[in-house]
């Protein structure tokens, strides 16, 4: 039985950590399965998924454009308007290597003009997932995707009022590339 | 061995669905495992997290100010800014029924004028989650909260302005609060 002790905060606002374990691993994440007394005394686990994290990127190419992408979703079962991302799952290094690194794999792009723009948590009572967010300046389609079994992405240009028109509304599904795109804005050339 | 067909247009994007089994489950979320063929041919289980989706609720009161919580994650071991929400999995009923439920459950808050402004997906690789958007006008904090054991809660009102300050910048670090703030932005009353 593993017994992290990672959650001082925690115990400070009155929970008492009892046990860790990890009832189902897959190479995305896994189930952390605590045992816990909570703030109001009983004992009953807290479980949540854990994540090595993943970063969002937002790409404008030499002349101003983003580049979405249209990617299939198995989850869902549907396509979905979004940035590139990618996670950390496997890969260790910073969050602007591993946007270089699936900025070429998604959408075949490079740059050298990149800026780390923050991070947000998503889904707090569910998951312990960081999200970072990486603008690329000076995107150039210049090289083939590498992409991985399961990918199934095209490659959009759109202008920076129109994503971020997507971005408001709901037809960018999905709500972190919204988010992304969003916190760019201020970034952003016109 | 569950036998879902519920993936057709994975189908039509060459996902050859085998079997499906849940290998966890907890009362927030279940751990999905499918097995499949994927798109390159190689058989392999493709495994996510089904939830039964949640409601987030931009609450602004009858003198115009944007109810904000701030609230303990034992997740992240931290506190967050946050919009009050809650989901759905022991609630049946609309997203506009839970959000009356959890701004009354949360910060004690009522209100008479309930809009559905849309909804969006967070982390599509992940999860199959539906995050719905609800903004409440004219809210009054007029009721006791009735929290539930380990939802440690501060109430907070600040001027729309700021609320959306936060939103767009790092300082509101829950995702998917700052996205119902910015898509609740044009329908706020400042």
Redesign the interface.
């Known amino acids: 039985m593993t017994q992290p002790d ?5 115990r400070a ?3 008492q950590h009892l046990e860790t374990r990890y ?2 691993t ?1 190479h ?2 896994r ?1 952390r ?1 605590d045992l ?1 007394r ?3 005394g ?1 004992i009953a ?5 854990q ?1 090595a994290g ?1 970063v969002w990127i937002v790409p404008q190419t030499v002349d101003g454009q983003i580049v979405l992408i249209r990617q ?9 308007w979004e940035v590139p991302a990618g ?1 950390f799952h496997d890969f260790t290094g910073s969050p602007l290597e591993l946007a270089r690194r699936e900025l070429e794999e998604e959408v075949g792009g490079s740059s050298e003009d990149w800026t780390y723009v ?12 960081i ?1 970072h967010i990486v603008l690329a300046r000076d995107v150039r389609l210049d090289r083939p995707p590498r992409r991985e ?2 990918e ?1 992405i095209e490659v959009h240009l759109l202008p920076p009022a129109r994503a971020l028109e997507m971005a ?3 037809e ?5 590339s ?2 992304a795109l ?2 760019c ?2 970034l952003l050339s016109r």
Do not use: Q
Request: proline share 10%.
């Open positions: 990672d959650k001082p905060n925690s606002c009155g929970w009832p189902f897959y995305m994440f189930v399965e816990v909570w703030p109001d009983h686990p807290y479980s949540y998924i994540t993943a299939f979703r198995y989850t869902i079962d549907a396509w979905s996670g923050g991070f947000f948590r998503p889904g707090m009572s569910l998951l312990d997932e999200c079994p399961g199934i408001r509304s709901n960018m599904v999905d709500g972190h919204a988010l969003l916190r804005e201020p």
